[in-house]
Each structure stands twice: as structure tokens, then as C-alpha cells.
């Protein structure tokens, strides 16, 4: 059974930066890429980063590109999300999920497994 835990959300103030984990059991997970997404009520899920089985290639939406950082520590089954400069419309719960894929992946319907989600919600 594939399960995905993420953790590190919070409340925080414009400007301030938090990590994000999400820690995997019950896959290969140095076989898989990973990806973060994050939703707001009311909308759309949207990509935000993936990084690939090895950690050598990374993706990272436009809105984010810059602020946020994902990585992967293979020996920890851990894949995070530095998220610094945070803004206020970085509000949403974040999601880390697996595609099937060795490859950095950008659209939903390529994962197949999902986290709980965690929210992060920033102040101005």
C-alpha cells in the first residue's frame, strides 16, 4: 500500500520561508519521480514542482520559479519543497504525489498517487 505523508505546513508572515517534506513508504521510491501540487477551495489542483528518480532534473512552475526548490534524499524515501519569499497567494493546501515514471512529470492526470496535503497559509 503506497502512502505519501506530507508534512511542514503552517502559518507564516509575507516574506518568510518554510520546507515542506513528504516522506513514502510502500514503493521503490529512488525508481519514481515526485511532484508537488497545491489547490485552493473552489479551484483547480496546479503543478507546482517535480523532480526526477535521480534528483539530477528538476521542473518548477512559473509562479514559483525562483522561490521554491524541490529536492529528494533517495536514502530518506523523502522528497521537500523549500518554499522561500512566500506571498500571500502561496495560500493553498500542497499536495506531494508519484507518477508511474522515472521522469519529471507537469500534469495531474500522469500521478498516480497522492498525499493527505498539508496547508500553508501566508499573511501580508
Known amino acids: 500500500q503506497v502512502q505519501l505523508v506530507e508534512s511542514g505546513g503552517g502559518l507564516v508572515q509575507a516574506g518568510d520561508s518554510l520546507r515542506l517534506s513528504c516522506r513514502a513508504s510502500?514503493?521503490?521510491?529512488?525508481?519514481?519521480?515526485m511532484g508537488w501540487f497545491r489547490q485552493a477551495p473552489g479551484k483547480e489542483r496546479e503543478f507546482v514542482a517535480s523532480?526526477?528518480?535521480?534528483?539530477?532534473?528538476?521542473v518548477h512552475a512559473d509562479s514559483v520559479k525562483g522561490r521554491f526548490t524541490v529536492s529528494r534524499d533517495n536514502a530518506k524515501n523523502t522528497v521537500y519543497l523549500q518554499m522561500n519569499s512566500l506571498q500571500p497567494e502561496d495560500t493553498d493546501v500542497y499536495y506531494c504525489a508519484a507518477p508511474l515514471s522515472r521522469f519529471i512529470a507537469t500534469m495531474k492526470a500522469d500521478y498516480k498517487y497522492w498525499g493527505q496535503g498539508t496547508q500553508v497559509t501566508v499573511s501580508s
Open positions: 510502500g514503493l521503490t521510491f529512488g525508481s519514481y519521480a
Open positions: 523532480i526526477s528518480w535521480s534528483g539530477g532534473n528538476t
